[in-house]
């Protein structure tokens, strides 16, 4: 298969996680016989410094122009310590996902068996934790009216949701549930928010188009405390932009690290790839990244064009990687292997898959090369 694929790395750690995500991709275009091709595009705060826009015209051409967007991060301390900035990095991720239609973001959440001792949770809560969320993406209160008084001392964000934004997910997180374990849990504020009541109705609604999958409803803080108290109880979850930006992230601790968590944001057309973390700019050039958030994107990357067997390798080296302990400080706080010694390393397990354990320790600490 032949793929275009944009690349944009952003800000903070995103080129350097971006930079292993696409070594990887690299090694399984060549054992697969793939040709996957890769232009670079600027986002976020580095295309303001450059153009003065966060999502500038030509990143948009090339996106519209690819059959997909491997992306990096967006962020900047320069713009997170002034308010009063008018243009902001986080508005170039914005318009990024509404000129592109990118309206269902999918995040699976997997507690891995490798690192049960890793997170702040206790294993026998996490043990067996595998769920999806399904998250809205353009609507709600992220894109609605926003108000400020003259004083400067009111304001106020509109969160609207029509029928048609709640359908088109709850179809695809419906179909989801299907080929899963058959159970999807709504998570809103019906009990006060007249947008959720809406989500609600409509999606009651659809449900009876999927009679083998079980519905079921939490309001948000039930689901925030339930998510800690027991995962496992969770297949798909369907929420909305808001809510569901929240509850991902707090899920982020059921793996042990927010470096672990990968993302696809999907429309009709369109398909970005991206970790869910930040851009991390404390972390920035030190070499001390998790790039697996960013390579299991790439992993869904590869699903999304159905090359699941490629797919399946890359989860496969990820596992392998985490079990010798191939892992950066986020991980591991006494590692010294670094950002790119993971992708290394993962990239070479799909090269080389059967070569022994103690080879790969000796190749990422420098000492060998395969031959």
């Known amino acids: 298969m032949k ?34 091709i890769f232009k670079e595009a600027l986002v976020g705060a580095v295309a303001i410094d450059k153009t003065g826009e966060p999502f500038p015209q030509e990143t948009m051409d090339l996106c519209l122009k690819t059959d997909a967007v491997l992306f990096g991060a967006i962020g900047d ?60 993406l353009t609507g709600g209160i992220y894109f609605g009216e926003k108000k400020i008084s003259k004083d400067g001392k009111t304001a106020s964000d509109l969160g609207e949701y029509s029928a048609y934004e709640i359908e088109r997910i709850a179809h695809a997180a419906f179909k989801a549930a299907q080929v899963r374990r058959k159970k999807l849990t709504l998570v809103d504020k019906a009990n006060v928010l ?48 808001l809510f569901g930006d929240i509850i991902s992230d707090e899920a982020s601790v059921i793996g042990g690290s927010i470096g672990l968590l990968a993302s ?51 989860h496969k080296a990820v596992d392998k990687s985490l079990e010798l302990k191939i892992s950066t400080p986020d991980i591991l706080p006494d590692s010294k292997i670094t950002t790119s010694k993971v992708g290394d390393f993962i990239a070479d397990y799909i090269h080389y898959p059967e070569d022994t354990n103690m080879n790969y320790h000796n190749i990422h600490i420098g000492q060998s090369t395969i031959i």
Do not use: C
Not at 81 to 106: C, H, W, Y
């Open 3 to 36: 793929l275009n694929i944009a690349v944009l790395p952003g800000d903070g750690i995103g080129p350097e996680v971006t930079k292993q995500a696409k070594k990887v991709l690299e090694a399984v275009a060549h054992q697969f016989n793939h040709t996957f």
């Open 194 to 241: 007249e947008s959720s009541r809406l989500w609600r109705k409509v999606v009651t609604e659809i449900a009876k188009e999927y009679k083998d999958v079980e519905l079921h409803y939490l309001f948000v803080d039930n689901a925030a405390m339930q998510m800690i108290l027991n995962p496992t109880q969770f297949d798909v979850i369907l929420t909305d932009n």
């Open 77 to 136: 301390p320069k713009y997170d310590n002034d308010p009063s900035a008018k243009v902001r990095p986080e508005q170039g991720l914005l318009k990024m996902r509404k000129d592109l239609g990118l309206f269902t973001n999918i995040r699976p959440v997997k507690a891995f068996e490798q690192l049960l001792d890793k997170s702040p949770l206790k294993k026998e809560i996490i043990k067996g934790a595998d769920l999806t969320i399904y998250r809205e």
């Open 264 to 314: 696809a944001s999907i429309g009709e057309k369109h398909a970005v790839f991206e970790p869910i973390h930040g851009s991390y700019p404390q972390a920035t050039g030190k070499g001390i990244a998790n790039p697996i958030a960013s390579i299991l994107s790439a992993a869904m990357l590869l699903e999304h064009f159905g090359l699941n067997e490629e797919a399946a390798v890359i």
